[in-house]
């Protein structure tokens, strides 16, 4: 079944790098989609729910972590693995990410392989 | 308030964190140069600055800074596309590599400093313009060179209740 992925960043670069990140792993990719902020973000899941969120913290109106409370206050979305892909490199965002229910937490800078390995991880599939 | 990092260990620390960020992320190399501190920046006929600014007990902004063919090479090493002039794509890549390399100074310098918060960038693009710091606050600043092409890494940092005068100009000024 195709794997379909929200990856929401204010960074254009950001996202095209995560978009070239998915085209190399082997998982099949369904549609992916993108959103420059937590608001734009949850208008995207109530569109179409997805099967991953690559999410940075750090954004304006409604940033990553706030994203996150409101994913998994929804049952239906709370099934849905969050990786956090973020400059917030503190021992504290890592605990809160995490304690706020993000499966994994990637650092920028970060390499294709970290974000593979992640992914992999939360999918319990290999990615490569 | 005494900054607890000599500006030696922030020169380091921009060092270290670029260097980092650029063969992580753009697959090159960098090289540094030395350490100067000082208040204005050279004035720039063209160019491209991103700033990031911090926010906690102690305040301030980190900048990157360069030419508009550096900033091309830059953008273009981290999207992996060629770029003839700065464009929007250009920029925004500018934007995340001041955003990584600032925030990851954040982190490392926290153990001194304590916990800051980060702004999203602001990008600049243009001609015949200087920038400046409120109350002449100074810049640590280090260069590096990166295949034949040079770019600038900033830091200012004052107490975050610092006293500011009223009524100087901001940050940037276009000469007439």
Known sequence: MALDVLIVDDS???????????AQTELTIGQIFEAGDGVEALKALEAQKVGLVL???????????????????RPEWNDIPVIMITTEGSQAKVLEAVQMGAQGYVRKPFTAEQIKEKISACLGQPTH | MVLPLTNDEIAGIIRAVTENVFSTMLGVQVQPGG?????????????????????????GSGSIRCNGQSACIIGGKLLMTDFAEVNEEVLDALGEVANMIIGNFKDEAACKLGPLALSTPTVIHGNS????????QSW?????????????????????????????????????
Do not use: Y
């Open chain 1, 12 to 22: 254009a670069a950001i996202r095209k790098i995560l978009l070239r990140v998915l």
């Open chain 1, 55 to 73: 999410s940075d913290i750090n954004m304006p109106n409604m940033d990553g972590l706030q994203l996150l409370t409101s994913v998994r206050a």
């Open chain 2, 35 to 59: 350490m100067t501190v000082h208040t204005i920046m050279a004035d720039q006929t063209e160019g491209v600055v991103a700033f990031v600014g911090f926010t906690g007990n102690w305040t």
């Open chain 2, 129 to 136: 313009f200087h920038t400046r710091n409120w109350n002449g």
């Open chain 2, 140 to 176: 640590i600043t280090v260069p590096f060179t990166c295949e034949g092409e040079s770019f600038e890494i900033k830091i200012c940092l004052v107490p975050g209740n610092a006293v500011r005068e009223p009524l100087r100009p901001a940050g940037l000024a276009v000469r007439q």
